[in-house]
């Protein structure tokens, strides 16, 4: 079981920059893949980006990619989402997950959200 916690959401103007972070409690956390999704009120949730267990390979949204950069460090069992160039449409509740296989990820762990408003 993994438990994640998402943080660094908040009010940004659009434009600007955020940076998401993702702690996990896992001791097996260097073998799951983790993504980074979203969901907007009214909406479904979407992928956003994920990362292989390694770090060496990474996929994004044709919505972000470009602008947002996802990476991870093994050691401090954290994942984080670089947002740059923030658009309104980027507002959303923002989720961290892991799961195995890649790069078609079984995602089963989930965190609880963190919201990121982006003002025009």
């Known amino acids: 079981q993994v438990h994640l916690v998402e943080s660094g959401g908040g009010l940004v103007q659009a434009g600007g920059s955020l940076r998401l972070s993702c702690a996990a409690s896992?001791?097996?956390?260097?073998?799951?893949?983790m993504g980074w999704f979203r969901q907007a009120p009214g909406k479904e949730r979407e992928f956003v980006a994920g990362i292989r267990w390694s770090g060496d390979d990474t996929y994004y949204a044709d919505s972000v990619r470009g602008r947002f950069t996802i990476s991870r460090n093994n050691a401090m069992n954290m994942v984080y989402l670089q947002m740059n160039s923030l658009k309104s449409e980027d507002t959303a509740v923002y989720y961290c997950?892991?799961?195995?296989?890649?790069?078609?990820?079984?995602?089963?762990?989930w965190g609880q959200g963190t919201q990121v408003t982006v003002s025009s």
């Open positions: 896992a001791r097996a956390f260097s073998r799951y893949a």
């Open positions: 997950a892991g799961g195995q296989t890649w790069p078609t990820v079984d995602y089963k762990f």
